[in-house]
């Protein structure tokens, strides 16, 4: 009671440093001004400092934005070692007209604040603040901390920890850019789907051609390439691809109306794939379209389609080597030759999935400190999104137990216009990392094991 009784102390003044960084648009695409990025840069390595943190310095890497790292030495020698991650950069804000207020104007709404990136991840760094506030700079561990700029567009960043591993040594790492299956439910996060992406192109023509004098034997290079598309998948919408590797969830998972909610899939309109969401979601395969090149159907002519080209989004399994997975189904592409015609595969970036191990001392003490933080026992699930920097991460402290937990939540609307953040689940975060750092800490004095 006196732990929680502390964060809720704090909880006015977080809410107001939420705020103050959220109406910073520190937006890392290119095309966006730096000086927002660095704004909140600034902002957080002082309120790092502030919190009692001693050493913080700015990391400059090429081609990304400043990474903040801060380091608090152990209580004591026999104390283990949290790194702390998160990122304070955003997405951009999209299609302003469909925000119900401007998105750099943290605005209140019902338990909570709206803003773009207020949720993913200004919630989830704010949180780390509160833990080092909690214990006023003088946590029973050490700590270090990391948090990065360019994160939502991809950084350099993500190869670079095993090249510096003693400043990433640590017994245990929170990585704190996710959260919770659905409000007031906790959740740790053990698995991420891996991700490849591959070009696929046909040309049949020089040029299009009259579809009246040329149609019916002229090969239409469009329908070609939807023939091969439509190899992907089986009748049930399964992934068809032999291979890619899938096997049955038993972690907790959404029940299908929340799902049908979460992605707005239309009155009507079933959903694809068979078994159970969580083996569709996070332990089998998904392949997407994510781009077309073809005629639009308001300029159509009536010609026989010369050129076609789709871009395909490939999730795997988070043991699956991204490389044989990739591998696969530029294979099965390989192989097709639809009304006879060869297809143009290229092969494109990949990267790997990650799975935690789940038995160590930190999970313990994650799972005490979760109950802790909601009243209720932590739930697992996978994610098919990525975090590239988690596995350079634990290249550089491969011996170090990896927890992904945070204030976010499944229904926060994250790259998607209106997200927002709850202030029950920031206080949860905030009393359950409070609660974690103890927890593991006591885990390791002597005689403190299970």
């Known amino acids: 009671m006196k732990l ?3 964060v809720d102390g704090l909880m006015d003044g977080l809410r107001a440093d939420l705020e103050r960084l959220a109406a910073i648009p520190s937006i890392s695409f290119p095309g966006f001004p730096a000086g927002p990025v660095e704004e909140a840069h600034d902002l957080l390595a002082g309120l790092l400092r502030d919190a009692g943190v001693p050493h913080v310095e700015r990391l400059d890497l090429p081609d990304t934005a400043p990474v903040i790292y801060g380091e608090i030495l ?23 007209a469909l925000w119900q207020s401007p998105p750099f104007e943290p605005t209140p709404v ?34 270090k901390i990391v948090i990065e700029g360019q994160e939502e567009y991809g950084s350099a960043f993500d190869d670079y920890p095993p090249s510096d591993p003693e400043r990433f040594a640590c017994d245990a790492m929170v990585i704190a850019d996710l ?35 040329f149609g019916g034997a002229a090969p239409d290079a469009l329908l070609v390439l939807l023939k091969a598309l439509g190899t992907l998948h089986d009748v049930h919408g399964d992934v068809a691809v032999e291979g890619l590797r899938r096997e049955e969830w038993d972690g907790t998972t959404y029940t299908e109306e929340e799902f049908r909610d979460l992605a707005g899939v239309r009155e009507g309109v079933p959903l694809i794939g068979s078994g ?10 998904a392949i997407t379209v994510i781009g077309l090149d073809a005629p639009s159907v308001e300029h159509a002519a009536s010609a026989v389609v010369p050129y076609a080209r789709a871009k395909l989004n490939l999730r795997f399994h988070p043991r699956q080597d991204p490389q044989e997975a990739r591998g696969r189904l530029v294979d099965h592409l390989r192989s097709l030759r ?14 790997p999935g990650y799975e935690a191990a789940t038995g160590g001392p930190a999970y313990r003490a994650a799972l ?47 790259h998607a216009p209106n997200e927002r953040v709850l202030f029950s689940e920031l206080r949860n975060t905030v009393v359950a990392m409070c609660a974690f750092v103890r927890e593991f800490a006591a885990d390791h004095r002597p005689g403190g094991g299970a």
């Open 4 to 6: 929680e009784a502390t």
């Open 74 to 96: 152990p209580p004591t020698p026999d104390a283990p070692t949290v790194l702390l991650y998160g990122h304070y950069d955003v997405q951009p804000p999209g299609d302003e």
């Open 110 to 143: 019902e338990g909570g604040l709206r803003a773009r990136g207020i949720a993913d991840d200004k919630s989830n760094v704010i949180a780390h603040l509160g833990m080092l506030r909690a214990y006023g700079g003088r946590p029973p561990v050490g700590i």
């Open 179 to 213: 959260g919770n299956l659905r409000p007031g439910t906790p959740t740790l996060t053990t698995g991420l789907r891996g991700a490849c992406e591959v070009v696929v192109e046909v040309r049949t023509l020089d040029e299009p051609r009259h579809s009246g004098e």
């Open 276 to 285: 159970s969401l969580g083996e569709r979601l996070w332990s089998g395969p």
């Open 338 to 351: 639809p009304f006879g015609v060869p297809l143009t595969v290229t092969p494109g970036d990949t990267g």
């Open 368 to 414: 005490a400190a979760l109950k802790e933080g909601w009243g209720e026992d932590a739930s697992y699930v996978a994610t098919g999104g990525s975090i590239p920097l988690v596995n350079g991460l634990a290249k550089a402290a491969p011996g170090a137990e990896v927890l992904l937990f945070g204030a976010q939540d499944s229904m926060c609307n994250l």
